[in-house]
Every structure is written in C-alpha cells, then in structure tokens.
C-alpha cells in the first residue's frame, strides 16, 4: 500500500510497553547510508530494531518505508516479518550449516520470488568479496566471512531495507578490522537504507551517516551524525573520545604527506595510499582542538581552520570547557580547552578564531 511521497524514506513511530521497560520512538530517517541506533545495553536498540522488521509489535505504532505503510495500528495493519522487503543479520550469522555458501546464497534468492530479476547476484558477490568462498561450508569460514556471506544473502532477498544487529560484536579486533571495509561499501553503494545497531562508538563514527541516540527506550537525539557528535547537551560530547567526524575526499599527496578536501576546509595527514578523488571518513577529537585569536605562522602544526564560537559547556572535569566551533561551511568542531584559557582568550558565543587541529584520525582503512 502506497501513501504519499514521504519527506524521509524512513518514518518509525513506536510505543511499547514491557514490565519494565517501555520504547517510545518517533522518528524519520534517511532512505540511503547507515542510521546508527546507538547507546547503551538495555536502552531499546535491538527492540527498536524487532518493531522495525515486525519481530515485535508495538502496541501503538506506525512504519512507513519508502512510501509503503508498514505497520499503522490506527488501521489495524500490520505486516508480518515475511512480508516486509527486508534482510536482516544479527550477530550470529545464522547461515545453513548443511548448506554450502552457494546453497546459502540461493536460499536467499529463493526468498526474493518474482524480485530476483532485479538483482545482480555477481555485484553481490563483488560487494562483498565472497566469490572464491561458495563451495565452502560455513564451518570451514572465518567468522567475518560467515557475516559477509550472510548479509550477501540477506540482499540477494532483492530488501527495501537492510537490518543489522551488531554483526560484529562475536568478532575479534582483527575480523571486526578485515569486514568493516565492506560494510563501508554497502553504506557508499547501496541504494537502500541500513539501520545498524551497535553500542561501539567506534563503529558508529567510522560507518554511520545518521545517529538515532537512545536511553532507557527513549530517543535523546536523532540526526545526521556531524549534527549529533556536536551537540555539547549531551552525555558522549564529555567523554574523552568526544569529537567530530569528517567525510573528505583525497585530493593529492606530495613530499609524504596527502591533502584531503572537505568543504570546510583542507586537512593535511600522513600520506596515504588511495587515490585522488576517494572519499575518506576522519575523526577530529576535542582533545586535540586548541585555538589562537590570530592565525599563527610560527607553529608545527599543519591544520588551521577558521572557525567562530557558537556555544560553550563546563565539563564534568574541572577546569575544562567543551566550545562548541563552526567551520566556514557551517559544519561544526569540538574544542577542549581549560576555562582558564577561555577566559584570557575572551572565547564567547560569535567570536572568530582558529582551530588548531593536532591530529586528524583516518577511520577508512587504506585500499
Ligand atoms: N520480550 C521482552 N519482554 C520483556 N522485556 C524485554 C523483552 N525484550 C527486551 N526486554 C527488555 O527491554 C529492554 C531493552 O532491551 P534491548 O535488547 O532492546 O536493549 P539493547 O539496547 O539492544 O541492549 P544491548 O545493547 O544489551 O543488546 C531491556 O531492559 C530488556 O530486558
């Protein structure tokens, strides 16, 4: 059933009540990238994500993906999981062990009936690197192959959406490394959103486009992921790894070192191995921010934004302050200075100033 062009690809309403616990969701999401559903354990991501593909049923609710109507409790409809265009992968890949990947993988085909003309099994396969890996059973692969032939199954089902629920939390740090390139590939090339649990800030700040943030089953914050890292109201911006997140584009390398193009900004790292014109994700910490009043030439460091204050917060350790920055293009940065500091140097709300980056942090790894 078709309703009207949607504002969002995604809207999600949900109100659930358990013993104790209760979800209440109200949200519109991207149709395209990673959302996040973040935050920590018992705070209603995995039961969020169980209204999402219908595996629970919100006693008041409304979902509509993509135009379609999901899930109106108003009207009495709700379809069942099997007839929702969804694949899902959960942290155990659950594939056949009887069945080889191919067997695996046409099971999946199988699912997608009269959609499977539209699907492209060898793109599949290329997305995801497993073409050498379908005459293996599932016992004879590694666990970050298990989870790549499970989410090639999942899209081989021809999804409107594609759910994961922490596929890398059984992983160890090297298999989570090896597999997190490819799910960097499904986020730039799909077409289709991913909605991504996981409670791994690292994972969210390497693969997420938008951030739905939850505590105690309700929504704290929900937005694009440069938006939600800097906002200064809530609990992460005073963590230690509070900081921001950069999509830029390699522009050219010289002398050992690479330029990376953003629109708020040149950034100047280590050289890097990819080539002109590949997009990268880079992480700036508000630990390594400091700013001066002029642009200073007498200095080591390369990074030198100009940057005006837009607001500024105490943080629980004494004697800091998070300032909140905005960059040329009207993207934001996160500084951690001493109050002290921001006293002498009269940073307050409109200033103009430079931020001094220390270290820019690649997320995307080197191909
Ligand atoms: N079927 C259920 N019946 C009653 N309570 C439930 C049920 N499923 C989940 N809960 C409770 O709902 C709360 C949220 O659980 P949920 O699994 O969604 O959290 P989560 O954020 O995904 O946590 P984690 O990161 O630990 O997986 C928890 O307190 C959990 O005990």
């Known amino acids: 059933m078709r309703d009207t062009a949607p504002e969002s690809a995604i809207l999600a309403r949900f109100h659930l009540v358990y013993r104790s616990f209760a979800l209440d969701m109200d949200v519109s999401l991207p149709g395209r990238g990673v959302t996040a559903f973040f935050g920590p354990s018992g705070s209603g991501k995995t039961t969020a994500l169980r209204c999402v593909a219908g595996l629970v049923r919100a006693q008041s609710g409304r979902l509509q993906v993509a135009g379609d109507v999901w899930q109106d409790e108003s009207n009495h409809v709700f379809l069942p999981t099997y007839r929702r265009p969804l694949g899902m992968v959960f942290q155990d890949a659950g594939l056949f062990p009887h069945l080889t990947v191919f067997g695996n993988l046409r099971y999946g085909m199988k699912r997608a009936g009269a959609a499977r003309n539209s699907i492209d099994p060898d793109a599949i396969l290329t997305l995801l690197g497993i073409g050498d890996l379908?005459?293996?059973?599932?016992?004879?692969?590694?666990?970050?192959?298990?989870?790549?032939?499970?989410?090639a199954r999942a899209l081989l089902t021809d999804p409107r959406l594609l759910l994961l629920d922490e596929p890398l939390a059984a992983l160890d740090v090297k298999r989570k490394l090896e597999i997190l390139p490819y799910l960097e590939r499904l986020r730039d090339e799909l077409d289709i959103p991913i909605l991504y649990v996981s409670h791994s800030p690292d994972e969210v700040a390497r693969l997420a486009d938008h951030i739905v943030l939850l505590e105690a089953g309700r929504v704290v914050a929900s937005g694009a992921i440069s938006d939600v890292l800097t906002r200064i109201d809530l609990p992460f911006a005073f963590s230690d790894e509070a900081g921001v997140v950069f999509d830029v584009v390699v522009a050219e390398s010289a002398d050992g070192l690479t330029r990376l193009a953003s629109t708020a900004g040149d950034l100047i790292v280590a050289h890097r191995l990819e080539p002109p014109g590949r997009r990268l994700r880079c992480q700036i910490h508000a630990r390594d921010v400091s700013l001066t009043l002029s642009r200073h030439h007498d200095t080591t460091i390369l990074n030198i934004l100009p940057a005006s204050v837009s607001d500024f917060a105490r943080?629980?350790?004494?004697?800091?302050?998070?300032?909140?920055?905005?960059?040329k293009d009207g993207s934001g940065l996160l500084a951690r200075i001493t109050e002290r500091s921001r006293q002498e140097l009269g940073v307050v709300e409109g200033r103009a100033l430079w931020a001094q980056v220390k270290a820019v942090a690649l997320l995307s790894a080197e191909r």
């Open 134 to 151: 379908l005459g293996r059973y599932p016992r004879h692969l590694s666990g970050g192959e298990r989870q790549r032939v499970a989410i």
């Open 315 to 327: 943080t629980p350790v004494d004697g800091h302050v998070l300032v909140r920055l905005t960059l």
